[in-house]
């Protein structure tokens, strides 16, 4: 692939003046959704996971852009894919991401991809594998539509706080990053990201888990280090609720599997089930500075969150998701102007 061309697989891989030009242009189709950058592009979303939110933001964002796309979802209506390589393909899975990545390259013009941890053996998912084979092999731009990190939500997530906030400058807030009960493990992909996010945006971001067992992987607590060296602000851990949310102008809550458990659920699960109290609840945000909080949804309410912190004015949970669909044109409108640099045009590509 050209190196002008780029993929957003993470955030960390993006300059901060560029996620600030991809903000201000999500703004900016927040305010005209409807436009051509998009006209004759097309986008492959291969789904290998479950979604409301990510296919229907994606889908029209799109279409309000000009352009095309194709929802796959390998298994159910695409063939089963394989990733190992020099695996003898016996199995259930009918072709190798090889020859997947590089026809749909030949198709269309970027591809998306939603892949889940298979919650066996972390050091196995922590390499993200189906999403760089597609990367590898396909020879044009890949989106990270959730896989071990979720970008998209990142920038949706800080959007909604610079919007409630009232400024793009978020230096010196206190935002806390919170692990909440939910009654089975779950990707860490939302906690990875709004820790790296905020910590790239010069916050005082405080993580707050129950335990050292619910530490998030070292690569992401090393990326809030480095970012808070680049960027300012601070990166405190805790496992103190009160003093944690004390002062706090931003509450973000999410869910996630305990590292040293991954793949072991009989072990962890009497473990999860002495922090129901880290739900987010009426107390807790009295605690705060402004009571703002969110999530990325989907929430069980009364479980993660009470209905009182939902419902609340402070939450902006809505705004959050709604974003996700100016964020993500923007992204892809970037990538499209990326490729009309380097005149990426193919005879069967982009004729419909």
Known sequence: MSPAI??????????????????RDAAAFKRLPIGQQLARRSIALVFFNPSMRTRTSFE??????????????????????EFELGTVMDGEAEEHIIEVAQVLGRYVDMIGVRAFPKFVDWSVDREDRVLRAFARYSGVPVINMETITHPCQELAHVMAIQERLGTEDLRGRKYVLTWTYHPRPLNTAVANSA????????????????SEEYLLDER???????????????????????????????VYAKSWGALPYFGHWDLEQPIRERYRHFIVDERKMALTRTGLFSHCLPLRRNVKATDAVMDAPG????????????????????????LDQVGHDAVSRNRF
């Open 315 to 338: 939450c902006f949970a809505i705004d959050e998701a709604e974003n996700r669909l100016h964020v993500q044109k923007a992204v892809m409108a970037r990538l499209a102007r990326d």
């Open 220 to 250: 992401y607590l090393g990326w809030a280090r480095e970012n808070v060296q680049r960027h300012g602000g601070s990166f405190t851990i805790s496992h103190d609720i009160d003093t944690a949310y004390e002062g706090a102008d931003v």
């Open 60 to 81: 029209l964002g799109a279409h309000q852009l000009g352009g095309k796309a194709i929802v796959l979802q390998p298994g159910k209506d695409a063939w089963p894919i």
């Open 6 to 23: 780029k993929h957003f697989l993470n955030t960390q891989d993006w300059s901060r003046d560029e996620l600030d030009a991809l903000l």
């Open 195 to 210: 820790l790296t996010i905020a910590t790239r945006m010069g916050m005082d971001v405080t993580l707050l888990c129950p």
